[in-house]
Each structure stands twice: as C-alpha cells, then as structure tokens.
C-alpha cells in the first residue's frame, strides 16, 4: 500500500479549492431557488426566451466556469499560502 503524503502541493491545494468553489457555487444556486424563487425563475425564463437560444446558453456557461476558474485559483493561493505558513510554524 502506498502511503498519502501530507506534504501540500499547489497542484492538491488547486484541486481542494476546485472542489470547494464548485461546493460553493452549487450550495448558492440551491439557496437562490429556495429564497428568491420569483427572480431564479425570471431569469430562466429571459434565458430560454431569448432571440439566440446556443449563444444565451453558451454565455451563462461560460460565465459559471470562468468564476469557477477564478474562485478556485484564488482559493488554491491562499490555501496554499496558509498551508506553507502553518507548516514552516510547525517546524520551528
């Protein structure tokens, strides 16, 4: 059996907040569709009722992934940071 290091990576620590962004971003459209029904179901409604269907789509898409992207790369930064911080705390 292989042993799991503790040693952090930007590589990992991208990969956690990825994980973590998405949590996020999931978690938030749940509470906009529980709280603010009426404007989820407006929105949906303009986004489906629009003139270029693929290109509405394509832009609300687009739009997630790159906060996505974003959000996980400052996440994974400052995680990363943190983690460094903490383990060079430890050592001394």
Same mark, same amino acid.
């Given at each position: 059996?292989?042993? +799991?290091? %503790?040693?952090?990576?930007? /590589?990992?620590?991208?990969?956690?907040?990825?994980? #973590?962004?998405?949590?996020? @971003?999931? $978690?938030?459209?749940?509470?906009?569709? +529980?709280? %603010?029904?009426?404007?989820? /179901?407006?929105?949906?409604?303009?986004?489906?009722? #629009?003139?270029?269907?693929? @290109?509405? $789509?394509?832009v609300s898409i687009s739009t997630v992934i790159f906060i996505w992207i974003i959000m996980s790369?400052?996440?994974?930064?400052?995680?990363?940071?943190?983690?460094?911080?903490?383990?060079?705390?430890?050592?001394?």
């Amino acid at each position: 059996m292989e042993k +799991l290091s %503790n040693k952090i990576t930007f /590589k990992k620590s991208l990969k956690d907040s990825s994980l #973590a962004a998405a949590t996020l @971003l999931v $978690l938030r459209m749940i509470h906009k569709l +529980l709280f %603010n029904y009426a404007e989820t /179901k407006n929105y949906f409604h303009q986004l489906f009722s #629009a003139d270029n269907l693929v @290109l509405a $789509l394509f832009v609300s898409i687009s739009t997630v992934i790159f906060i996505w992207i974003i959000m996980s790369f400052i996440f994974g930064i400052v995680y990363y940071t943190y983690r460094k911080i903490k383990e060079k705390v430890l050592k001394e």
